[in-house]
């Protein structure tokens, strides 16, 4: 056996390039899938936000540009006490007891004014570097979710297939027992069969019509299911029919490239920028600005009495204006003593790092161990299609000789059912095998990380 299974490989070697073939249908109704999976869209959009997070961080280094503009108007009573002062050789006190005044104007403000972010202690750097691999990480995951879209919509149909099959197997089967019916009535009217063998036989047709029944059911669920995935119609995937082989896997796989691996490494490294960035808060923020201003005070009244005489009293000012106001120059801001906030924020980012690093290394560990698992379960998978098969033809071959010897009177009713119901089970037997190997086989691919890159339309 092992013999022959290594000289099918060869044959399967030089025919076959080891690439997942699938029928054009399928090939577009996983394209479908992809476009349609509510979860993979939601990842997207949520991959967009992230980004535009990313951006917006960066975006701290271009200066910022704001107008001001001010208008105003104030009127206010007020009260003026200032020391008394004795004026020396006349014996007068100046300033004596308090003086009220009123006061209005009006005010006029406008200007423009530049910022930049000259240097951040590297916090909008590593902010923005911890947001590229983040996202990447979340883009790597979202690709084990296609794969998983992929896998079920291949295995799906395969299912469909299967269930064609069957339905092609029970009208085989009806097909050869209905041929015996027809020997056994006229067996019966000239007295060499009894009733009895017609009733097994009718009874034997009834069961495939109920199996046929439940084959039809699961067909209509499982298109249902195809067409929720896919958008396609029911009628269409119902007419899709191809050949279910199985798969071939000639590389020597690795999980290095599996995408949870990778993602993994991605978030390690945004949480080593994570870290850089909380450190970064211990220094000073350096940033310059610059500006223009025109301000203006006019219209502008005074009025109280004269501290020696008493005599009202009124200034007026027409205006007071400030044009052009220059500004330019640069600003650090130096947050010395936050109460620990910031050693604990860059404990934290440490110890969310350790946690990745303690994932990466599970991870590689259980990738590692779930791919040897399925390349030993391929290889099983392949010899139990081996035998399916020997099984097959010793049904078919039972049930040829079991047609014979019930026609020449040798075996009875009860065993002639027998080895056709055997032949039914073992030919499905053999679809499921082979069904079983490709689902091994993909995921064999899928533990590996390379499943998208193997699929190739026919």
Not at 8 to 27: F, K, M, P, R
Not at 205 to 233: D, P, Y
Not at 249 to 256: A, V
Not at 432 to 438: A, G, H, L, P, S
Request: with cysteine; charged share 25%; net charge negative.
């Amino acid at each position: 056996m092992k013999k022959y299974f290594i000289v099918c490989l060869g044959v399967l070697s030089i025919s076959t390039s080891a690439q997942i073939l699938l029928n054009e249908d399928v090939h577009r109704a996983i394209n479908f899938a992809l476009e349609n999976d509510i979860e993979l869209e939601n990842q997207k959009i949520d991959h967009e936000k992230l980004e535009l997070e990313r951006q917006s961080i960066l975006s701290k280094y271009i200066p910022r540009l704001e107008a001001t503009a001010l208008y105003g108007y104030l009127k206010s009573n007020g009260n003026l006490d200032i020391p008394t002062f004795n004026v020396p050789m006349t014996d007068f006190n100046l300033f004596e007891g308090s003086t009220d005044f009123k006061t209005k104007g009006q005010a006029f403000h406008g200007g423009i004014m530049a910022k930049a972010v000259l240097f951040s202690g590297g916090q909008i750097h590593y902010g923005a570097k911890a947001l590229e691999y983040q996202n990447k990480g979340n883009a790597l995951m979202m690709d084990l979710k296609a794969d998983e879209v992929i896998k079920d919509i291949i295995l799906s149909y395969d299912q469909l297939q299967l269930l064609n099959s069957a339905e092609s197997l029970i009208d085989e089967s009806e097909k050869r027992l209905n041929k015996e019916t027809e020997r056994v009535e006229k067996a019966i009217s000239v007295g060499l069969a009894i009733p009895y063998d017609r009733d097994k036989i009718k009874l034997a047709t009834l069961e495939l019509e109920t199996n046929r029944t439940e084959v039809q059911n699961k067909k209509q669920l499982l298109a249902l299911k195809i067409s929720q995935a896919t958008g396609l119609s029911i009628e269409e995937i119902l007419q899709t029919s191809y050949e279910v082989e199985p798969i071939v896997i000639l590389e020597d796989l690795s999980s290095q490239n599996r995408n949870e691996i990778k993602a993994l490494e991605a978030y390690q490294q945004a949480t080593q920028y994570a870290v850089k960035k909380e450190k970064g808060s211990l220094l000073p923020t350096v940033g310059a600005f610059g500006g223009y201003s025109y301000s203006t005070l006019f219209n502008s009244e005074l009025s109280t009495n004269s501290p020696l005489t008493q005599t009202p009293i009124d200034l007026n000012v027409n205006h007071l204006t400030f044009h052009p106001t220059w500004m330019v120059g640069v600003a650090m801001k130096w947050e010395i003593f936050a109460g620990f906030e910031r050693k604990h924020k860059i404990e934290e980012a440490n110890l969310s790092l350790k946690q990745i690093e303690n994932k990466l290394k599970d991870a590689q560990e259980k990738t590692a161990l779930q791919l040897e698992k399925n390349k030993l379960e391929y290889q099983t998978a392949i010899q139990q299609i081996e035998i399916a098969k020997q099984r097959e033809l010793i049904a078919q071959h039972n049930n040829s000789m079991a047609e014979k010897q019930y026609k020449a009177g040798l075996i009875g009713v009860t065993e002639r059912l027998t080895a056709e119901n055997d032949i039914y089970k073992e030919s499905l037997n053999k679809i499921q095998t082979i069904i079983k190997q490709r689902q091994i086989a993909i995921e064999t691919y899928q533990s590996a990380g390379v499943l998208s890159t193997y699929l190739i339309s026919k």
